[in-house]
């Protein structure tokens, strides 16, 4: 009969959360709150605050992005911007850059 000593470590959970803020060490005594209270101090702690997050979502939302286009923006289709390829709805574009020509999937007709 084999048998092997198996050696059991009496582990136990960590009651703190350790964290670094600026290169310092913060420590949270987490003992006996649940997962939804420690992350709302964490937030509280560590976070922004709701003012600067919705500051932050505005200023990404911005419509005044050149880059942007679609409804509600400056330019609604990308090909206002000079330099790219018109709309295939008012300029055909070249057979060799339709798929189904580049494919061979279609059948030739002409135009």
């Known amino acids: 009969m084999n048998f092997r000593n198996l050696n059991f470590y009496f582990s136990l959970a960590n009651l703190f959360l350790f964290c670094l803020l600026a290169g310092q060490p913060v420590v949270f005594d987490v003992d006996s709150q649940s ?9 509280k702690t560590l976070g922004k605050t709701k003012e600067t997050l919705e500051a932050e979502a505005l200023a990404s939302e911005k419509k005044d992005n050149p880059a942007n286009f679609g409804k509600d923006c400056d330019r609604h289709c990308i090909c206002s911007v000079p330099g790219q390829v018109p709309c295939p709805g008012l300029v055909k574009l070249p057979k ?6 580049y494919f061979g999937l279609a059948v030739d007709e002409e135009e």
């Open 35 to 43: 997962n939804k209270e420690i992350l709302a101090r964490l937030v």
């Open 96 to 101: 060799h850059w339709r798929g189904k020509y």
